[in-house]
């Protein structure tokens, strides 16, 4: 790769992307390109934002809509490395919208893999898995375990990613997949348990438990899972699949414990029980044993090291989040499928430069 490097990293805004963000921002040798189809957030949840004279720049292109916008981009700007975090990423209302996630998590992706496949340019592309796409996750679960996938959400990211090993065999396609655990950390979307947990406990409300909160989850930092993601693209092999763990799991219910201690709250009254989700899988275990001794990758920030950062960023934007909605919010705008000129259009770029990677 030449000395500077320039990524293009497909949803920006999200909470995994901006972090990754940040973290390439780090090197000046990098210069990042930001795709969401929504408005940039502020600082608060966006930590690049904080840095100076970075170089960063920002477009807002609707992968579902514009497609044909983010190909012009692409083939203007020509970047080595493409990075997708970009996906309808919640569980439970996957079961009322499942045509949505598939539009964005398979119908959009392939529309994207398809013509990056045929660009010479594209010395690397990242996609961000999850694995949820094996289902519950107990034992050693290794990279060839077995989809199974349990939700919508699931089976629309499991679909995708089939579609993106298709292209590796028939095209070389330069693929580094990665499958992380329950990332946490500052500036996570305010509805996941950890810090809707904390800002439910300064608001004096109550904390629900979805099934007890019985369910293990395999909690691993924001700048762990980014590190391991940068490992990856950099020296990673393609056509490889890369799991980011911690060392164990943690019931839901003991990391509210943990955060209760931390903001001196008694759980027995700060917590209450409510019905399990639909398809909720008993744990999320995986194995990262390839992580860490093809890549020299490890986590190093400890849960309660984690919760505490969490409690700090809290405490820092408490203006800002004292007010934020703590659940969901389905935007239900209209996902029609990439049009049929569109994909003419795709059909054309992709015909161009190097014509596959057989």
Known sequence: ??????????????????????????????????????????????????????????????VNRNMSELVRLLDDRKPSVVVNFAAQSEVAPSWDYPEQWFQTNVASLVALANYLKDQSWCWRYVHISSPEVYGTCVGRVREDAPL???????????????????????????????????????GQQPWKIIPKSMISLKRGQTIPLHGGGVAVKSYIHIRDVSRGELAAMEIGTPGSIYHLSPDRGYAVREVVERICVLLGRDRT??????????????????????????????????????????????????????????????????????????????????????????
């Open 148 to 186: 199974n996938p349990s939700t919508p959400y699931a089976a629309s990211k499991a679909a995708a990613d089939l579609f993106l090993f298709t292209l590796v065999k028939q095209f070389r396609f330069p693929l580094i997949m990665i499958r992380a655990t329950n990332v946490y950390g500052a």
């Open 1 to 62: 790769m030449a000395d500077t490097r320039r990524i293009v990293v497909i949803g920006s805004n999200s909470f995994s992307g901006s972090d990754f963000i940040d973290l390439l921002l780090e090197d000046p040798r990098n210069e990042v390109i930001g795709i969401s189809r929504s408005p940039e957030k502020s600082a608060t949840f966006l930590p690049y934002k904080r840095r100076q004279g970075a170089a960063f720049t920002f477009s807002q292109i609707d």
């Open 269 to 358: 009254v700060t917590t209450t029980v409510v019905g399990e989700r639909p398809g909720q899988d008993a744990a999320y275990v995986i194995d990262s044993t390839r992580a860490r001794t093809m890549l020299g990758w490890e986590p190093k920030v400890s849960l309660d090291e984690g919760l505490a950062d969490v409690k700090q960023w809290v405490e820092r934007y408490w203006d800002v989040l004292k007010d934020v909605p703590l659940e969901y919010q389905h935007q239900s705008e209209r996902y029609a499928l990439v049009p049929l000129e569109e994909r003419e259009t795709l059909a054309a770029s992709g015909s161009g430069e190097r014509g596959g990677r057989r």
